[in-house]
């Protein structure tokens, strides 16, 4: 099917092509004011100004949808979630008005291990039921591509289980899925003083299944105090490289222990969290290909520091956004919230953070061929606002829904 998409207010971040953006090329945002969209087969198959229409097409297709007054923007690009979890800890959310930190939550077998054990009393399609109402949700909050982790099982049958509902919604879904295999969230209790007892598991147990059966297209570790060093993130990360999985990692949400070095050292595609970083981290990361991934969500339901996005951007680091959507540390995958507060609270200028969560977000999960910008041959994942006065007034009046509607894949979310 062909659609036409005209009198667009504002047509944002056109690109010839798609490349990663860092310092000032982060605030560039380019912008087609009076455009028109051409969709062909669920992809992006021209654009230009409107007086260019009628050379550019000649003969109108029947579809026409008319946008006055809407600014078309790229669907995000989420590219770090755990969207699959069996339950809420809304419990936790009470203990920490109370006092109590993450780590003495996670402590008390609170936390993870609390969502693990969840995980695995609940059944395959469970699972999937509630991770596909949770995608729904999003598509209609305006995301278009996600990276999904497993991590909430911690056991041979659990991870699978989770990474099988993944693919499953790979499988369904009309969003742009990434899988994450994430065994290495934390330590099960059996394994508590047998770190290496749980590591063999990852090893030869886990990753030999999901290699043969496809089910991640990434790993992750969790490196922080308490949890994975950077030695054992190492030693997991080279087994998952023999199996072609590059690593996308969790890095100094809680303390700088040497994480962003060995990431970097490993190739890893991006560092995720950030929430504390040294001088010596912003300067290797802006030296490296490896993408920092910010979750101001997390930062702000945790009362963290947020992540220091001038910075980084300043340093010359090639920075995405995230929403880090899960049960414990950010409850919400709301994309238009992570943008907002990366400008309210980390100073992003806002055409700083709509790239961030488009073009380097697809970047971040390597999707970046398809999705991520208005760009030809990218899928139609579009955002269309509602008449708003301009683009700044998106992350401005933050809390409103100023979607009207999204497409995905040229057709409208509709459920
Ligand atoms: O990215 N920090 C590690 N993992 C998650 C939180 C997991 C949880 O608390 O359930 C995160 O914030
Ligand atoms: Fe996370």
Excluded at 207 to 233: H, Q
Aim: aromatic content about 8%.
């Amino acid at each position: 099917m062909t659609t036409l998409i005209i009198n667009i207010k504002q047509l944002i971040n056109v690109r010839a092509k798609n490349e990663l953006l860092r310092g000032n090329a982060l605030a560039e945002l380019p912008v087609i004011e009076n455009a028109f969209l051409l969709i062909e087969d669920e992809v992006i198959a021209d654009y230009g100004n409107m007086y260019e229409l009628e050379i550019k097409v000649p003969q109108l297709p029947k579809h026409i949808i008319k946008a006055d007054e809407q600014f078309v923007l790229p669907a995000w690009c989420d590219s770090h979630t755990h969207l699959v979890f069996a339950g809420s800890r809304e419990n936790e959310f009470v203990d920490k008005i109370n006092g109590l930190s993450y780590a003495e939550i996670a402590a008390k077998g609170g936390g993870i291990l609390h969502s693990a054990q969840k995980l695995n009393d609940t059944s395959e399609d469970e699972l999937f039921n509630l991770a596909w109402q949770r995608l729904s949700e999003l598509s209609k909050l305006g995301t278009g591509a996600i990276e999904i982790k497993s991590g909430y099982g911690l056991s041979v049958a659990g991870e699978l289980k989770m990474l099988r509902v993944i693919k499953k919604l790979q499988e369904k879904s009309n969003l742009v899925i990434k899988s994450t295999f994430l065994g290495a969230h934390t330590f099960p209790s059996q394994f508590k003083d047998n770190h290496q007892g749980y590591i063999d598991s990852i090893i030869n147990e886990m990753l030999p299944v999901i290699a043969a059966e496809k089910l991640a297209d990434y790993i992750d570790v969790f490196c922080e105090t308490g949890f994975f060093s950077p030695e054992e993130m190492e030693a997991i990360c080279l087994a998952g490289r023999q199996y072609g999985l590059q690593p996308k990692l969790h890095i100094n949400q809680l303390n700088s222990i040497g994480g962003v070095q060995k990431a970097i050292e490993l190739k890893a595609l991006s560092v995720d969290h950030l929430e504390t970083m040294i001088d010596k981290d912003i300067a290797d990361l802006s030296k490296s290909n490896t993408i920092g991934t910010l979750l101001p969500t997390a930062a702000f339901f945790l009362r963290m520091p947020f992540q220091p996005a001038r910075k980084l951007i300043d340093a010359g680091c090639a920075i995405a956004l995230a929403s880090d959507y899960n049960p414990g540390s950010s409850p919400s995958g709301n994309m238009n919230f992570v943008v907002a507060l990366s400008c309210i609270q980390m100073k992003m200028l806002p055409k700083e953070a709509i790239n961030a969560a488009t073009v380097n977000g697809a970047f971040a999960m390597g999707v970046s061929n398809e999705t991520g910008s208005i760009c030809i041959g990218n899928k139609a994942n579009l955002i269309f606002t509602k008449p708003i006065p301009s683009l700044t007034y998106l992350p401005y009046s933050f809390g409103s829904n100023l979607i009207d509607k999204v497409m995905i894949n040229g057709e409208f979310v509709t459920n």
